[in-house]
């Protein structure tokens, strides 16, 4: 490491990416048996670091409605079932290491991730399905993706787009539950 490289590194620490607000949520504990109670409202107020996905910051920040964010933490879900990128392969010719052990096959949670993607992909399309992936999947930040203003807009009006029509391809209303099938 270069000398000029070493003092502009040596004062910094390790700040984490906190910035808690209040925002209103569903209640977890809301009962539709006792509905209209004072005490049992659909949505409560209750801290929330923003700052930790990148949805998560565009729903405080009023710019994704409830929809929106349901499509996206079922995408993050998904993504997440699947260990982030997707499965690796399987070589099975190899013999496993310092007892290492092989390697486990797919479950089949991480097979359902894994096709549900699929379909998300051929819904939305290569780059709309690479924008969700980075921000949604991945937790990328629009601003990490793209230098300009106008990459910053069309990455954002991308990934409304994939969020609204995965949105409704789920059944989502536009307070994030799903809907009813009767």
């Not at 700040?15 to 949505?43: L, M, R, W």
């Not at 993504?79 to 390697?103: I, K, L, N, Q, T």
């Not at 992936?133 to 993706?145: C, F, N, R, T, W």
Request: proline residues 3%; contains cysteine.
């Amino acid at each position: 490491m270069s000398e000029k490289r070493k003092k502009q590194t040596s004062g910094l620490e390790w700040q984490p990416k906190i910035k808690v607000e209040k925002v209103t949520v569903d209640n977890p504990f809301y009962s539709k048996a006792h509905q209209g109670i004072e005490t049992n409202p659909v949505k409560i107020q209750a801290q929330m670091n923003i700052r930790e996905s990148a949805i998560v910051t565009l729903a405080a920040r009023k710019q994704i409605n409830e929809a929106q964010l349901a499509a996206a933490t079922r995408f993050r879900a998904l993504y997440e079932a699947m260990g982030g990128a997707g499965a690796g392969s399987f070589d099975y010719s190899r013999e496993p290491v310092d007892g290492g052990g092989s390697r486990e096959p797919l479950t089949e949670r991480q097979i359902r991730a894994g096709q549900e993607l699929k379909r998300c992909r051929e819904i939305l399309g290569i780059k709309a399905y690479d924008i969700m992936s980075k921000v949604a999947g991945q937790g990328y930040a629009i601003g990490e993706l793209a230098k300009s203003h106008r990459e910053r807009t069309t990455l954002a009006d991308y990934l409304k787009d994939g969020l609204d029509e995965m949105a409704r391809n789920w059944g989502y209303e536009s307070r994030g539950d799903r809907r009813n099938s009767a």
